[in-house]
C-alpha cells in the first residue's frame, strides 16, 4: 500500500519522516496529534483549554449535544444525532485506545497497523474540515 496516495497531503507531511524511516508507532501519535490540531482549529478552541479541561472534556464540549461546536450533520434525524453521537465516542477512543496507550507504553508498532490507523485519522479528519457549517446564512455542508 502506498499510504501517501491514501491519505491527504497535509497528514502525511506530518507522518511522512517517522512514517518512511519505520518509527510506525510514532507516525500513529503525529497522525493523532494532528486530529487534536483540527479539533482545536475547528472549534477555535487553544491548548490552554486543553491543560485546564482535559481532551477528552473538550472533546465531549465540541463535539457533545445538544449544541456540538463541531456539527458534522444536521442533526434533524435519530440517525443524524447517532452519527454525531457516534462520532464523540470514536474521538474519546481513539484519545485512550490509540494516543493514551502509545505515550503511555511503548508500542511496537508495524507498517500495517500504522496504515490502518493513520487512514482511519484522516478520515476523521475529513469529516471535521467537512462538517456542517451552522454559522453560515445558508448551512450547507463544507
Given at each position: 500500500?502506498?499510504?501517501?496516495?491514501?491519505?491527504?497531503?497535509s497528514l502525511?507531511q506530518?507522518?511522512?519522516?517517522?512514517y518512511?524511516?519505520?518509527?510506525?508507532?510514532?507516525?500513529?501519535l503525529?497522525?493523532t496529534?494532528?486530529?487534536?490540531?483540527?479539533?482545536?482549529?475547528?472549534?477555535?478552541?487553544?491548548k490552554?483549554?486543553?491543560?485546564?479541561?482535559?481532551?477528552?472534556?473538550?472533546?465531549?464540549?465540541?463535539?457533545?449535544?445538544?449544541?456540538?461546536?463541531?456539527?458534522?450533520?444536521?442533526?434533524?434525524?435519530v440517525?443524524?444525532?447517532?452519527?454525531?453521537?457516534?462520532?464523540?465516542?470514536?474521538?474519546?477512543?481513539?484519545?485512550q485506545?490509540?494516543?493514551?496507550?502509545?505515550?503511555?507504553?511503548?508500542?511496537?508498532d508495524?507498517?500495517?497497523t500504522?496504515?490502518?490507523?493513520?487512514?482511519?485519522?484522516?478520515?476523521?479528519?475529513?469529516?471535521?474540515?467537512?462538517?456542517?457549517?451552522t454559522?453560515l446564512?445558508?448551512?450547507?455542508?463544507?
Amino acid at each position: 500500500m502506498n499510504l501517501q496516495q491514501e491519505i491527504s497531503t497535509s497528514l502525511y507531511q506530518i507522518v511522512q519522516d517517522k512514517y518512511e524511516n519505520g518509527l510506525y508507532r510514532d507516525a500513529i501519535l503525529a497522525a493523532t496529534f494532528y486530529l487534536e490540531k483540527v479539533i482545536l482549529d475547528q472549534s477555535n478552541c487553544t491548548k490552554e483549554e486543553i491543560r485546564h479541561t482535559g481532551l477528552g472534556r473538550l472533546i465531549m464540549q465540541v463535539f457533545g449535544s445538544p449544541e456540538p461546536v463541531i456539527q458534522i450533520n444536521r442533526m434533524l434525524t435519530v440517525a443524524e444525532v447517532y452519527e454525531q453521537k457516534g462520532l464523540e465516542q470514536t474521538l474519546l477512543g481513539l484519545h485512550q485506545f490509540i494516543t493514551f496507550s502509545r505515550i503511555h507504553s511503548d508500542f511496537s508498532d508495524n507498517q500495517k497497523t500504522a496504515d490502518a490507523i493513520i487512514i482511519f485519522v484522516n478520515y476523521l479528519i475529513s469529516r471535521i474540515q467537512n462538517r456542517y457549517r451552522t454559522d453560515l446564512n445558508n448551512p450547507v455542508l463544507g
